[in-house]
T-cell receptor, first 111, second 117 residues
């Protein structure tokens, strides 16, 4: 089983739609979670952290479910510029500095 | 704008040749990570350094890969001999002092796209 698993997609949604991605992780000792965004043929960039209580940044909401070991990313009112691959990132285990990336979920927003 | 610089951006080589990729982390950052990205495997952690000391290279094929930080401004990843299965994009990322795993804040270079024929 992979340490971090994501549905590769692609998710094709119209502008204005709400879309959600899930990611599961295998190590229950993991404490830190993040979402990164990667545009085509570009480097990954941090989108947001995922806190235990859930957190929101504009149209983006991230949530963590420790019991089921998954994190989610919700994007409301999708824009064309949201088209990218979204990478789920998990610290391998507590206090290790090792950030493990999922293979990513591709989102394509169409007009 | 501070950024991580990687060279070369593209490299095409033949099987058996030595390949060296270089990375200049952001000034003041003390953690450096090497990742490899392929379509099938995604981003795989190869090695990482804190304050120039190698902390973990368990993700790296030891027989052919080596990673070093000769000084705070340069990290290198070497493959010798290279094989077609090494074809991938190799990313270097650096993190500011503190705990990257707490902030998740890694700054990636643009990557080195390697093709081994």
């Amino acid at each position: 089983r992979k340490e971090v698993e994501q549905d590769p997609g692609p998710f094709n949604v119209p502008e204005g739609a709400t879309v959600a991605f899930n990611c599961t992780y295998s190590n229950s000792a993991s404490q830190s979670f993040f979402w990164y965004r990667q545009d085509c043929r570009k480097e990954p960039k941090l989108l947001m952290s995922v806190y235990s209580s859930g957190n929101e940044d504009g149209r983006f909401t991230a949530q963590l479910n420790r019991a089921s070991q998954y994190i989610s990313l919700l994007i409301r009112d999708s824009k064309l510029s949201d088209s990218a691959t979204y990478l789920c990132v998990v610290e391998r285990s507590y206090n290790t500095d090792k950030l493990i990336f999922g293979t990513g979920t591709r989102l394509q927003v169409f007009p | 704008d501070a950024r991580v610089t990687q060279t070369p951006r593209h490299k095409v080589t033949e099987m058996g040749q030595e390949v060296t990729m270089r990375c200049q982390p952001i000034l003041g950052h003390n953690t450096v990570f090497w990742y490899r990205q392929t379509m099938m495997q995604g981003l795989e952690l190869l090695a990482y350094f804190r304050n120039r000391a190698p902390l973990d290279d368990s993700g790296m094929p030891k027989d052919r890969f080596s990673a070093e930080m000769p000084d705070a401004t340069l990290a290198t990843l070497k493959i010798q001999p290279s094989e077609p299965r090494d074809s991938a994009v190799y990313f270097c990322a650096s993190g500011p002092p503190g705990d990257p795993a707490n902030t998740g804040e890694l700054f990636f270079g643009e990557g080195s796209r390697l093709t081994v024929l």
